[in-house]
């Protein structure tokens, strides 16, 4: 059974490595995938038999070994108690690095790509987390992340970009939303609603034309708000 560690040192005594393995280790190893794959090893546990007990799958295990895929808060939560460490020690990091949730805010997550251009099958597994302001949950709010593919809504939103939306049916003229068609795509875009009952979904790009589903497209597909976006969110690589 895992025992309770509270630092790096305890988690991989020096004497376990060679000189070479303690510098790939310094690069490697602060990476939540390669903290994983270690934990499970130490426990001798198969990818199998680590998410029967976590109540996730074989495959779920292996992408978060692979890098492939970023647990929510809530599973990483999950998989720190089970080993008996802190998420800082999972995340690579000392205790008392700023790992967890920062004070006054929440953290939600950022569900996998949504393209900005063709309505596109929305993809649900979780890439990333964000933080927001407490105070944004008001009155029970709820809000997610999702990342920009395309460049129909160029120049105001651009591929990478996370936008911050908040969890509503409905929507204001000219709100930005995350819109499903059939039921299953996702696309954002600009809305502009019609006194007839019409939706257009009208990109910033010129070069993509705008869409508009009659009242009865928009009962019978149907196009649905998931979302109004409330704040975009860029990262910049310099």
Same mark, same amino acid.
């Given at each position: 059974m895992p025992h309770n560690v509270n630092t790096l040192s305890e988690l991989f005594p020096l004497h376990?490595?060679?000189?070479?393995?303690?510098?790939?280790?310094?690069?490697?190893?602060?990476?939540?995938?390669?903290?994983?794959? !270690?934990?499970?090893?130490?426990? %001798?546990? $198969?990818?199998?038999? @680590?998410?029967?007990?976590?109540?996730?799958? =074989?495959?779920? +295990?292996?992408? !978060?070994?692979?890098?492939?895929? %970023?647990? $929510?808060?809530?599973? @990483?939560?999950?998989?720190?108690?089970?080993? =008996?460490?802190? +998420?800082?020690l999972l995340m690579g990091k000392e205790m008392g690095t700023d790992c967890g949730v920062s004070p006054g805010t929440r953290r939600i997550n950022v569900l996998g790509s949504i393209r900005a251009g063709i309505p596109a099958e929305a993809v649900e597994d979780i890439v990333d987390w964000e933080e927001i302001p407490e105070e944004m949950c008001k009155g029970g709010k709820e809000y997610f992340g999702l990342k920009v593919k395309g460049d129909s809504m160029w120049p105001d939103f651009l591929e990478g970009d996370v936008v911050i939306i908040q969890k509503t049916p409905v929507c204001n003229n000219g709100n930005i939303c995350a819109v499903?068609?059939?039921?299953?795509?996702?696309?954002?875009?600009?809305?502009?609603?019609?006194?007839?009952?019409?939706?257009?979904?009208?990109?910033?790009?010129?070069?993509?034309?705008?869409?508009t589903y009659t009242k009865e497209e928009v009962e019978q597909l149907p196009v649905t708000i998931a979302g109004v976006v409330v704040e975009l969110r860029r990262k910049f690589n310099f």
């Open positions: 376990l490595f060679t000189h070479c393995d303690i510098i790939a280790s310094g690069d490697n190893m602060n990476d939540f995938s390669e903290m994983l794959t !270690y934990l499970r090893k130490r426990e %001798k546990l $198969s990818q199998q038999e @680590l998410g029967d007990k976590l109540g996730l799958g =074989k495959s779920t +295990i292996s992408m !978060y070994e692979n890098g492939k895929r %970023k647990p $929510s808060y809530e599973v @990483l939560e999950a998989i720190a108690d089970y080993f =008996k460490v802190n +998420i800082s499903y068609v059939n039921g299953y795509d996702a696309t954002l875009k600009q809305i502009k609603l019609g006194d007839d009952g019409s939706i257009t979904l009208q990109p910033r790009n010129p070069s993509y034309p705008p869409r």
